[in-house]
């Protein structure tokens, strides 16, 4: 059994800083890319950036020079470091690892996390 468990959120005050983490465990063989999404009052799920085992990263440009994201393969966490925050990231932030997983036959397979609240406000 795989699990995906987020943790660092809560409330932040425009302008300031936060990091999340979110760590993998169980029958996982390796990771392909791990990432954050997001999904704020009334819109749609949204990427927020991404990261592959090799460290290749993707970000949205609403966030770019602002967030970053980076990975710690050995411990199959990745985390997401969130400076000058701004009210429009209020969101629930979710993690998402695509993993290959099992022992004997493996396997590519998504997973998510329960989500964390980010809420900016003063």
């Known amino acids: 059994q795989v699990r995906v468990v987020e943790s660092g959120g809560g409330l932040v005050q425009p302008g300031g800083s936060l990091r999340l983490s979110c760590a993998a465990s169980?029958?996982?063989?390796?990771?392909?890319?791990m990432g954050w999404y997001r999904q704020g009052p009334g819109n749609d799920r949204e990427l927020v950036a991404t990261?592959?085992?090799?460290?290749?990263?993707k970000y949205a440009d609403s966030v770019k020079g602002r967030f970053t994201i980076s990975i710690v393969n050995a411990n199959k966490t990745v985390f997401l470091q969130m400076n000058n925050l701004k009210p429009e990231a209020t969101a629930v932030y979710s993690c998402?690892?695509?993993?290959?997983?099992?022992?004997?036959?493996?396997?590519?397979?998504?997973?998510w996390g329960q989500g964390t609240q980010v809420p900016v406000s003063s």
């Open positions: 998402n690892a695509d993993l290959v997983v099992g022992s004997m036959i493996t396997f590519d397979e998504h997973y």
């Open positions: 169980g029958s996982i063989f390796s990771i392909n890319a």
């Open positions: 990261i592959t085992s090799g460290g290749s990263t």
